[in-house]
Each structure stands twice: as structure tokens, then as C-alpha cells.
């Protein structure tokens, strides 16, 4: 056995946390650095998962609860690995907590809540909609703890806070802090991020108000959502009878991400969804090069198939323009069947944006990681002990993601305990 | 929906041979079209119905020659790029038909074995051989070989204006003869290809009139209204209009020197101010100045986007040729070094006679299938649609 039995697993995502619980539950000391305040990662900020359509925090709650439960897991939010040094079965780590501000060791108050008037954008609904400088990022947030945003709160704001927390819920003076632990192994479960949208400059995100993407869709949809659940455009808060669906937004794309991102066709058929059951009589197009709905996936775009609200157009969107007056993006297309290119307005168009591993903004210092030509991670090919978990090495979609999880914790596992 | 889209069974037979001329030809990127028809979109020379370029990619893969060979649309296509720079797969529609376009001067125009002649470099010694051989046939005719004329420099003193006749006129005119046979015969299949049968077609204004037809076209073509459209590519806009006017100019000087000469009989050479000689020298400092342009973004230009052919540098490097050459020789005949000025002629000659002679077999021919596919779509009124959708 390794003279370090420990893990680190880098990113609190269903991955991360999958893998955590898993190394903890076979008797591994385990490390979990979260960037965010809070755990669950892209997959808390979904409306429902593909294709059960529950609720995130089914999953989530008991996976948590996993973690939240077990004495062998270290969890570090508001973290980032700093360095990692040493090699297989010795690594060093250097982890910084960034402040939250917020201590835990006092609740806080609704004296404090009032303390705070400056609103910030709230990042966890894709900036949306906006928060105060002190929040609970969401409502099952674990931990269960408030953060503050100290840069964005006046001078007076502070000074109330401060005369509010004479028993220390709140410490302004809070510094960054460095922890250095060993471990055997390491986990890399960062993740992805959407592709950023701006960048597809001829379908009009970021200048068509009415144009978003897949990620703001779930967040519209969500009860827990800018919206509470309600399905309202941004340009005005009408409900959008007419929705358009654009698949490979940047995805299978050259000048922008040459691979398939592989989970957005089912995102965009369970959009379709949403629409159809949140507004009456709505209707949705989904224009798409190919649609692509591997193994059993295939029975949901069936049964969609049969709803004649819903259309299925093949011909990529290459351009959208916004109508001055109504605000309605305008999309244009050729159909391909028969061949006849169309300009149609709608109500709201979601771009179904592709999956980006978010490893490539942030590297770790340290250690010479192996990317392919796309960006993902390649584990170790000589034998490290560093690994990858879930959508840091290919686009997947959560189940896929759990089960790559208890893999690379199974190869982490035979270098602790070498 | 497409579920419930008539399932029709589409025998494809492909013409292999043909799919290995296109990607020969510059065409060796469509493969990796996935027909996503981005570029039918971004295109802003293409009819709403049934558009360009997405439907000539499938068609150029999957072999269908027949198709392609009556489709007018290869021939709206100026080759702005746009759609090549959108592509998502890099398989540059754009070049695609333009290899295409050279399939058609190489095989469009009888006897075909010119048009393989001017389709690769390897061809060259044969193309400038004819007429090498053919100039210094009319030479030895003449007896000028080795025996530099005496006195003022005076061409026909050189090469006798009989010679030089038998070898522009009878080539010219026989490729112009060969030309027009095949511009009739493609504007037949034209008028039977599917897009210009496709129902749905909105009517433009012009439709079904030839004579507003030719004149939009001949309207279209002067102000390069097209060109114009072009995102991507808004330097040829400038550059081939250089080059289009020049060359006007220097063609028009040339039929007003035949007229002055044959008509008023006045014998050459003409003096400086003399309106042949005038359109010659601002046709050429149009051209060049086209020119440069042009090859200039040809070199610079990005790989991703476009590259260009054979048929392309020929058609550049020989017009420049021909333009610096005559203006050299011009110079040397002022200066007076005879043996040069005579010589530097049968260089100028040669190089003309590889733009005129083979015209109907190279790049050069666009300009005559390209005003039939324009005359056809105003004719047909496939082009209403453009303007609606740019507008």
C-alpha cells in the first residue's frame, strides 16, 4: 500500500462527487476541491434530467447526502488546486480556499439579508436575473451556506453587516488560505462549460435578445429559475408560442468546436418538451444537420416525432437578425428537403450550444497534463496517478458521467493501495 | 415533418471518372461536405428556391455529371467564399464549383482535346509550341528570319499583316465557331435542367423577355453588381472590374484601329493621341492595375478559405504577359533597338495567341458560359428571388 492512501478529486460536480462518494465508501481518505460555493456543478443547474425527466436533485440529493455523511471526505468549496508536485502515490497539493465571507460558525440573520442592498448578476441562472451581494447560490445548496460578494457591497453596507455579526456570522476580513495535503492519486472531474455563444457571431446571441442558449433554457424552465418555472422570453416576459430549436451551435464546426458534443440533440428534444407542456398550443422547430440519439435515447425523438406541433427541419441555421419592432429573431435556413431556403420569425430560438472542457481555461500547475487535439483530457498514458472523470475527457451525459466516475476511482484506487 | 416526407428511391449512378476530374480540377476538399447547408444561407447570390451551393455538393459527390453539366447555378456562383469561410467542414463549396467550372472549359467545348491541353501544366509545351510553330511558319513565309528589317520599326515589316492574319483570324474564329455551337447547346440543357423547371420559381422582372433580359445582364455585368454582393471576397470587386474594363478598352481600341485601317485606310503604326492607342494604353493600366490586385490576394490569400488552380494562374499569368509584353515592345519600338522590338512582337504574339487561340477551352470561356447561365436565370426569373432576400 502506497504510504499515502489519500485522494483528491478536483471539481464537485456529479462526477466529482460521484467519484468522491465511491472512494470514500471503499475506505479512501478523499480530498473534494469545488471551485464554486457549492457542490453539484452544471447538472444542479438542469431543470430535469434526459430522459426521466426528474429533478436534478434527485440524484443529487443522495449523492450528497453520501458525502455529507461520510468522515473520510475533506470538501473544499470556493477552492482551487493551486499545484500539484510529486508523482504517482506521493502527490503534494496546494489548495487555495478563496473567502467566502460568510463563517458558519453564527446563521445568518434576516438582520444581515437587510444589512445588503447591492444586487449582483446572479451567475448560477446564467445572469438572468440578479441577486443580492449576500445569497444562498440556490436552494438546496450544500453547503448550506450563504456567500457574499464583498467587492460588490458599498461602504456602508459593510459597516451594517459588521454591526449586525457581533457573534460572527459574517467576517469581512476573511483572506484567501492556503492547505497543502498529500494524497496518492487524483481525480480530474472539472468538467465543461457551454461553448461561448458570442462567438458564433452570425446567429445573433448577445445582440437578439430573444436568442439563448441550451443551459438558459433549463434554468427558464426551472421552478427554481429567474422565472419560477415559467417559460417567459427575455425581450418582454410574454410566453413564446414559437420556439426554434438550433442544433450544433458551434458544435461539428471547424471555426468553432470540430467534435460532436454528443449530449445537445437530446437537450434540445427535452426542451422541445418543455415548451409543448409549459405553453399551450405552442409550437417548436428543430432545425438540425443530423439528429443524433444513440441506443435507446431513440423512443423520446419518436415519440416527439408524433407530436405535429413539433417539426424537425435538417438544414443548419447560418443566420439570425432580430425584427426592431417585435424583437422576434428571424431564422434563417436552408430546407434541405425539398431545397428551399426559409426566413422565419419566431417567438424565442434556443441555441443548442456544445460542451467545452472547462481544463482548458484553467490547467494546473504542476503537472504536464495530456490533452487531445480538442482540448479533453487523455489519462495518464505512463502510468501516473492522475485521472480523468466525466466530461473533462469526452462530452457525456450524467449517467455516462457516474459511471466514468467509479472507473477512474477503480484506476486511483490501484495506486493508493499499490 | 419528415417522418411523414414521401420516401422516394433515388438510384444514384456515379460517374467516378468524373468525381476524379473535380477533385483534380480543385474540387479535393468536397468530400467533406455534411450537406448541413450552411452555405446555401450565408450566400447572398442564390435563389431562395432550390439554392446554391449545398445541392452541387451532394450532387458533385455523389457523381451526378449530368446534372451538374445543365445546372446555371455553378455559373451564378462568382466565388465570394463566404460560404467557404462558414463551412464547418472545410470543404469549401466555393472551390468546389469553380472545380467544377473547370470541368465544364475542359469538357464543354469540342474538339475536347483542347480543353485537356489547357487543364494541366503538363500540357504547356504543346500550348505555346502551336503557336510558336504557326508565327514562325508566317516568318519564314515572309523571309524575316534572321534578317532584321531596315529603317523605322515598322511591324508588318517584320511579319506581314497576311501572316499574322492566317494565324489570329483562322484560329480565333474556328474556337469562336466551336464556342458558339456549345453556348447554343448549353443553353438548351439550361432550359431543361431542374432548377429552371422547378416549380415555384418567383418571377422576376425580366422573365420571360429576352431582350430586358440581355440588357439586366449586360447591366448586371458592367456595374459587377454581384461582385458587389461578395462578404468575403470585396477585393475582386475592385480587381475584376480593372481587369473587365481593360480588357474592354484594349478589345474596343483594337476594333476601332481594323476600322481606321480597312476603312479610312490609314496605315499604321498610329500616332499617340489616336483613339486605338489611347484605349490600348488606359485598357492596359487598367488591366494591370486588376491584375495585381487579384494576383496579389491570390498569393496572400488563406489556404482555409480558397486556393487557387492551374486554370486560374493560367488566365492571370498570361493576360499580365500579354499587357506587360505589349507595353515593353511598345517601349522598344520608341527606343529603337529593332532586333528586340521585332522579336519582343512574336513573344507578345505568342502569348496572345495562348489567350485567344485556345479561349473557348480555359478560364477565359466564363465569361461567355457565365453571360448564358446570368441571360438564362433573368430569362427564367430564377434570379427574382435574390434581390428579395438581400434586400
Not at chain 1, 75 to 84: A, D, G, Q
Not at chain 1, 264 to 275: D, E, I
Not at chain 1, 343 to 352: G, I, N, P, R, T
Not at chain 2, 124 to 144: K, Q, R
Amino acid at each position: 500500500m502506497s504510504a499515502n492512501g489519500k485522494i483528491l478529486v478536483i471539481g464537485g460536480g456529479i462526477s466529482g462527487i460521484s467519484a468522491a462518494a465511491d472512494a470514500a465508501e471503499l475506505g479512501c481518505e478523499v480530498v473534494l476541491v469545488e471551485k464554486e460555493p457549492y457542490l453539484g456543478g452544471r447538472v444542479i443547474r438542469m431543470n430535469q434530467y434526459f430522459p426521466k425527466l426528474c429533478p436534478p436533485t434527485c440524484g443529487m440529493e443522495i449523492n450528497v447526502r453520501r458525502i455529507r455523511q461520510n468522515p473520510r471526505i475533506k470538501v473544499y468549496t470556493l477552492s482551487e488546486v493551486e499545484k500539484i508536485s510529486g508523482q504517482a502515490g506521493d502527490y503534494t497539493v496546494t489548495i487555495r480556499v478563496n473567502p467566502r465571507y460568510v463563517t458558519g460558525k453564527q446563521p445568518v440573520t434576516q438582520a444581515h439579508l437587510d444589512a445588503v442592498a447591492t444586487e449582483v448578476p446572479n451567475t448560477f441562472n446564467y445572469g438572468m436575473d440578479k441577486t443580492k451581494a449576500l445569497f444562498l447560490p440556490h436552494d438546496a445548496a450544500y453547503p448550506p451556506l450563504y456567500v457574499l460578494k464583498k467587492d460588490a457591497l458599498t461602504s456602508e453596507e459593510s459597516q451594517r453587516l459588521k454591526n449586525a455579526s457581533p457573534g460572527g456570522a459574517i467576517d469581512l476580513d476573511m483572506k484567501d488560505e492556503r492547505i497543502e495535503v498529500k494524497v496518492g492519486a487524483v481525480i480530474i472531474a472539472t468538467g465543461w462549460r457551454p461553448y461561448d455563444a458570442v462567438r458564433l457571431d452570425n446567429l445573433g446571441f448577445g445582440r437578439c435578445v430573444n436568442v439563448i442558449t441550451n443551459v438558459m433554457m433549463e434554468r427558464l424552465a426551472a421552478l427554481s429559475g429567474p422565472t419560477a418555472g415559467k417559460l417567459l422570453r427575455p425581450s418582454d416576459g410574454k410566453e413564446p408560442a414559437k420556439v426554434a430549436f438550433v442544433q450544433c451551435a458551434g458544435s461539428r464546426d471547424e471555426n468553432h468546436l470540430p467534435y460532436c458534443s454528443a449530449v445537445c440533440c437530446m437537450g434540445s428534444l427535452k426542451q422541445a418538451r418543455y415548451v409543448r407542456e409549459k405553453v399551450a398550443d405552442s409550437k417548436v422547430t428543430i432545425f438540425y444537420i443530423d439528429i443524433r440519439t444513440i441506443g435507446r435515447f431513440e423512443k423520446f425523438y419518436y415519440d416527439l416525432l408524433e407530436d405535429p406541433n413539433i417539426s424537425f427541419i435538417k438544414g443548419k441555421v447560418a443566420k439570425i437578425t432580430e425584427d426592431p419592432v417585435t424583437r422576434n429573431p428571424i431564422v434563417e435556413a436552408e430546407e434541405v428537403i425539398p431545397g428551399k431556403k426559409l426566413s422565419e420569425q419566431f417567438d424565442m430560438v434556443v441555441l443548442a450550444t456544445g460542451i467545452v472542457p472547462s481544463i482548458m481555461d484553467s490547467p494546473i500547475a504542476g503537472v504536464n497534463l495530456t490533452c487531445d487535439s480538442d482540448g479533453f483530457l487523455v489519462d495518464s498514458p505512463n502510468g501516473g496517478g492522475i485521472f480523468g472523470a466525466g466530461c473533462v475527457k469526452r462530452p457525456l451525459d450524467v449517467s455516462r458521467s457516474v459511471k466514468d466516475a467509479t472507473a477512474a476511482v477503480m484506476k486511483a484506487i490501484q495506486i493508493v493501495r499499490r | 415533418m419528415a417522418a411523414e416526407q414521401k420516401q422516394k428511391t433515388i438510384k444514384v449512378d456515379p460517374d467516378l471518372d468524373f468525381i476524379r476530374q473535380v477533385n483534380a480540377a480543385g474540387g479535393d476538399t468536397l468530400k467533406k461536405c455534411f450537406q448541413c447547408a450552411t452555405c446555401s444561407v450565408v450566400c447572398n447570390l442564390t435563389p431562395d428556391n432550390r439554392p446554391f451551393p449545398r445541392k452541387e455538393m451532394i450532387w458533385a459527390s455523389w457523381g451526378l455529371k449530368d446534372k451538374l453539366v445543365k445546372d446555371p447555378d455553378v455559373w451564378l456562383c462568382h466565388q465570394c467564399n463566404d460560404c467557404s469561410v462558414k463551412c464547418p467542414r472545410g470543404a469549401k463549396p466555393g472551390d468546389t464549383l469553380a472545380a467544377i467550372r473547370n470541368y465544364l472549359f475542359k469538357n464543354l467545348t469540342f474538339p475536347r482535346f483542347l480543353g485537356t491541353w489547357m487543364s494541366e501544366p503538363k500540357y504547356l509545351p504543346l500550348v505555346f509550341g502551336v503557336p510558336i510553330i504557326l508565327l514562325l511558319a508566317a516568318l519564314s513565309a515572309a523571309g524575316t528570319i534572321g534578317k532584321i528589317p531596315e529603317g523605322e520599326i515598322e511591324f508588318s515589316k517584320f511579319l506581314p499583316h497576311g501572316g499574322l492574319y492566317a494565324v489570329f483570324i483562322s484560329s480565333t474564329h474556328l474556337a469562336a465557331l466551336f464556342l458558339l455551337v456549345s453556348l447554343v447547346r448549353f443553353w438548351k440543357m439550361l432550359g431543361a435542367s431542374d432548377v429552371s423547371s422547378a416549380v415555384g420559381n418567383s418571377r422576376g422582372a425580366t422573365a420571360g423577355d429576352l431582350r430586358a433580359s440581355v440588357i439586366a445582364t449586360v447591366k448586371e455585368i458592367l456595374t459587377h453588381a454581384k461582385f458587389g454582393k461578395c462578404d468575403e471576397s470585396k477585393h475582386r470587386y475592385l480587381g475584376h472590374l480593372g481587369i473587365m474594363y481593360g480588357f474592354l478598352s484594349i478589345a474596343i481600341g483594337t476594333g476601332i484601329a481594323f476600322f481606321m485601317m480597312y476603312g479610312l485606310r490609314i496605315e499604321p503604326p498610329f500616332g499617340q493621341f489616336t483613339p486605338p492607342k489611347i484605349l490600348g494604353h488606359l485598357g492596359i493600366i487598367a488591366l494591370v492595375i486588376g491584375l495585381i490586385l487579384v494576383i496579389r490576394h491570390r498569393l496572400s490569400g488563406d489556404e482555409k478559405v480558397s486556393k487557387s488552380t492551374y486554370q486560374d494562374w493560367y488566365l492571370l499569368v498570361v493576360l499580365l504577359t500579354v499587357a506587360v509584353t505589349g507595353e515593353l515592345v511598345e517601349l522598344v519600338r520608341f527606343a529603337g533597338i529593332a532586333w528586340l522590338a521585332y522579336w519582343g512582337y512574336i513573344v507578345h504574339l505568342v502569348f496572345v495567341f495562348a489567350l485567344l487561340g485556345y479561349f473557348p477551352y480555359s478560364k477565359f470561356a466564363h465569361i461567355f458560359y457565365r453571360f448564358v447561365a446570368i441571360l438564362h436565370s433573368k430569362y427564367t426569373g430564377r434570379d427574382a428571388g435574390v434581390a428579395d432576400l438581400a434586400a
